[in-house]
């Protein structure tokens, strides 16, 4: 199955990301991929993408992980909700005082 996601590229402290689609088998940093189809900077908030040839993945089958499909979203290049890509969280009941 392919798979739409982020690869990091920066250097340490200087995080930045290469969008590309791969096999979901195959780990993020190895060098074995379809296409690059755009690049994003975190520290200057510079996202871009292919709009055409990740349109054109997913046309294929392929899936696109949460956090490509937020910035995806956020971007224009495909419509939809934004996902939730944090942990759901349990609520902890307060304890209660032993009665004597």
């Keep these: ?57 997913i046309s294929v089958g392929a899936q696109v992980t949460p956090t490509v499909h937020n910035l995806l979203v956020s971007k224009g290049v495909i419509q939809g909700k934004k996902k939730n890509v944090l942990p759901y969280r349990t609520v902890q009941k307060p304890k209660e005082a032993k009665k004597a």
Excluded at 21 to 43: H, M
Aim: aromatic share 10%; proline share 4%.
């Design 1 to 57: 199955m392919l798979k739409i996601r982020l690869q990091r590229i920066g250097r340490k402290n200087d995080p930045s990301f290469r969008l590309i689609c791969t096999e979901s088998i195959l780990k993020p940093k190895t060098s074995q991929f379809a296409e690059i189809l755009g690049t994003y900077n975190v520290q200057k908030g510079i996202f871009e993408a292919k709009g055409d040839r990740v349109n054109y993945w």
